[in-house]
């Protein structure tokens, strides 16, 4: 069973930074065996990809955070992180951490079989 804790959240203006961390434990290889992705949701929408990175350290991004978000993970922590700059208002969501194997499509969240809880970005203009 792998476990997922998110931290980093917080509340900043537009234009600002957060970076986000994903710890993984209850398997010691987490990050380095997995494809890890992470997701948001804002209220009254949909769950929406972010960014993921696989097992081999592939990445891929949403049209929406190209240029602005870097997702990158540390196997050795077992951690995932997301950098985000300059962020935006309509960037506000709880974010979400998830792991998967055997993912086919990395910024499907159905394929996924753990989560965190999340952690809240909030954006003020």
């Known amino acids: 069973q792998v476990q997922l804790v998110e931290s980093g959240g917080g509340s900043v203006q537009a234009g600002g930074s957060l970076r986000l961390s994903c710890a993984a434990s209850?398997?010691?290889?987490?990050?380095?065996?997995?494809?890890m992705g992470w997701f948001r949701q804002a209220p009254g929408k949909e769950r929406e990809a972010v960014a993921a990175?696989?097992?081999?350290?592939?990445?891929t991004y949403a049209e929406s955070v190209k240029g602005r978000f870097t997702v990158s993970k540390d196997n050795a922590k077992n951690t995932l992180y997301l950098q985000m700059n300059s962020l935006r208002p309509e960037d506000t969501a709880m974010y979400y951490c998830?792991?998967?194997?055997?993912?086919?499509?990395?910024?499907?969240?159905?394929?996924?079989?753990?989560w965190g809880q999340g952690t809240q970005v909030t954006v003020s203009s």
């Open positions: 998830a792991a998967g194997r055997y993912i086919a499509t990395m910024l499907e969240d159905i394929e996924y079989s753990y």
């Open positions: 990175i696989d097992s081999y350290g592939s990445i």
């Open positions: 209850g398997y010691t290889t987490t990050t380095s065996s997995y494809t």
